[in-house]
């Protein structure tokens, strides 16, 4: 009988202690833990709010992914992961040794199209100069009676047969050469076009030869170097041989999800913070809005997220964030201001 009675003293002392000292313990627990979200940790006007979004870090501009142009086996890989590199400056290079060949090639074929077009220049030259000088292959011999009217003198039988022959002979001879004239003037332009063909030739040999080099884009740095000197590489890869991007300004590409879409504008506050760094927190602004939404790709993989959602990327400048790597997932907070009737 004794041990009842110590459980009904234990029952009692232990009612008598959830009614007295659980309501204050609770709510020195609730304030705790409101002081510690360290969203929460700024001022803020009592109309507004704060909503969350997923992010990820980029820079000035989306990272850049380069390869080749043109097909070729690699001979010299020039950067690594990590460099900082200069617009225009060469990160790989390929074999040139054919292109090389080739641009001879047509460097010679345009020196031939234009001597071609200098010999029929000199020749075109010549026979002009030859025509200039054609006189008349006979003279007639005739005087003028008193009236004016020619007379011949002196004229054998049979000669105005041969002065009608004459005649003929000159006009086959004057028809001819007009007939060289047009044919040497078509030579002529026939050549010039060759040697149009034959620049454009050397042209395209040249622009081809350039393309041995793969150089950046933009000043920045190199995320992805996955090239190997004597890979052969080609403009059809699915692989990205080097990735870079602009680390200027670094910004955040934050996913608001389509319920609060409307709620987001330019010039709004955020605060961006880094899972697994709870000791500092970075400010921003966003700075430009998406005009449409779209099905959801980026997960922040937190409890409860759905994933069948559409997002409105919203792009957030950062005052410094220097230290941030990029593709870093974050948590965003927009501060966005609530109408009276929410």
Known sequence: MRWM??????????????????????SSLT????????????????????LFAGGIVEGSQRDLSLRFEIAGR????????????????????????????????????????????DRLTNTGSQSVR????????????????????PTSRNRLPGQEVSAASDVERLGQRTETRADRAVNSND???????????AEAAVKHERLMFGKVQLRSPIDGVILQASAEPGELVGPTDERDLFTVVNRDQIRVRAFVEE?????????QRATIAVVGRTDRQYLGQVASCSPHVR????????????????????????????????????????????????
């Open 31 to 50: 304030a705790t833990s409101t002081e510690s979200v360290p969203m929460n940790a700024t001022a803020r006007p009592a109309d507004s709010s704060r």
């Open 187 to 197: 030579n002529l332009a026939i050549a010039e076009f060759k040697v149009t063909l």
């Open 259 to 267: 319920l609060d879409a409307l709620n987001v504008t330019v010039g």
């Open 295 to 342: 099905p959801k790709f980026h997960r922040h993989l937190k409890p409860g997220e759905r994933l069948d959602v559409r997002v409105r990327e919203v792009v957030i400048d950062l005052a410094d964030g220097s230290d941030l790597l990029i593709g870093l997932p974050v948590e965003v907070f927009i501060n966005i201001q609530l109408s009276a009737g929410r």
């Open 130 to 149: 030859s025509n200039i000088g054609i006189r008349p292959l006979f003279k007639e011999n005739s005087t003028r009676d008193a009236s004016g009217n």
């Open 74 to 117: 690699i001979s010299a890989v020039n950067v690594d992961e990590g460099d900082l590199v200069k617009a225009g400056q060469v990160l790989a290079e390929l074999d040139s040794e054919l292109l090389e060949v080739r641009l001879t090639e047509a460097r010679t074929q345009l020196k031939i199209a234009q001597l071609e077009r």
């Open 5 to 26: 009675f110590w459980l009904m003293v234990f029952v009692t002392a232990s009612t008598l202690f959830v009614s007295i000292v659980r309501p204050q313990w609770f």
